[in-house]
């Protein structure tokens, strides 16, 4: 299977890791805050995948961002994805075999966005 320089196998197969990584963060977040994120869109690039997730605030947190306690509310989904890393890390190395050195979680309260960024151990081009 040729790859496109990326260190990925070309074409749809990028586009089927991709949604699969959407996917399985999407379930994540499902299991682990009650809700998903409305939207998801996951890029993938020779040595990292970033996961987009938009609408991601389950009731309870809209109400405490409503009542002006964003700064809560992000410190506590912080705190959280420092909790689960390892379920996020794992369910990323499994669809793309890869490993993952470095994970971020970051939030917008404003754009209600998470960002789940992932930055890959080995290099793709194996040097």
């Not at 996917?23 to 869109?41: S, T």
């Not at 499994?94 to 404003?110: N, P």
């Not at 998470?114 to 290099?123: H, K, M, N, R, T």
């Amino acid at each position: 299977m040729s790859t496109d320089g990326d260190g990925f196998s070309a074409g749809s197969e990028r586009w089927r890791l991709a949604a699969a990584v959407s996917n399985a963060i999407v379930g994540l977040h499902g299991e682990y805050y009650g809700r998903g994120a409305g939207r998801a869109h996951t890029v993938m690039g020779a040595d990292y995948v970033i996961c987009f997730l938009e609408d991601i605030y389950t009731p309870v947190e809209r109400t405490l961002i409503d009542a002006g306690s964003g700064d809560h509310v992000s410190e506590t989904r912080r705190k959280f994805q420092e909790a689960v890393r390892e379920e996020f890390v794992g369910v990323v190395e499994r669809i793309t075999g890869r490993e993952v050195r470095v994970f971020l979680s970051q939030v917008d309260i404003e754009a209600n966005l998470a960002v789940e960024f992932f930055v890959f151990g080995d290099l793709a081009d194996g040097s």
